[in-house]
């Protein structure tokens, strides 16, 4: 089992982007989907949840501008990250919790200029 995170890149404030965070194998049902970050010099800090319900939780900082999503058939998850700031800058991870076990992408790089 992999999940592989994808679609960082260098966006200009203001702008948008959405990062990807596909499971390969036999993963099993997947209750929560989370993305955490880690700024550079920072330690990591969760961004946003998503349960199995649909429930989402979304860390103060980026409430009202990113939103976590996914796709149940292709085991993926998205972060649609809107009105990006350059304090967004950070190291992207992705992680699947399936109750007996945490899969850990291998995180992807947003740089937000400024």
């Known amino acids: 089992v992999q999940l592989q995170a994808s679609g960082g890149g260098l966006v200009q404030a203001g702008g948008s982007l959405r990062i990807t965070c596909a499971a390969s194998g036999n993963i099993g049902s997947i209750k929560v989907w989370g993305w955490y970050r880690q700024p550079p010099g920072k330690q990591r800090e969760l961004v946003a949840t998503l349960t199995d319900n649909d429930s989402t939780n979304y860390d103060d900082s980026v409430q009202g501008r990113f939103t976590i999503t996914r796709d149940i058939a292709k085991k993926t998850a998205y972060l649609q990250m809107n009105s990006l700031k350059p304090e967004d800058t950070a190291v992207y991870y992705c992680?699947?919790?399936?109750?007996?076990?945490?899969?850990w992408g291998q995180g992807t790089l947003v740089t937000v200029s400024s």
């Open positions: 992680y699947a919790d399936v109750i007996w076990k945490v899969y």
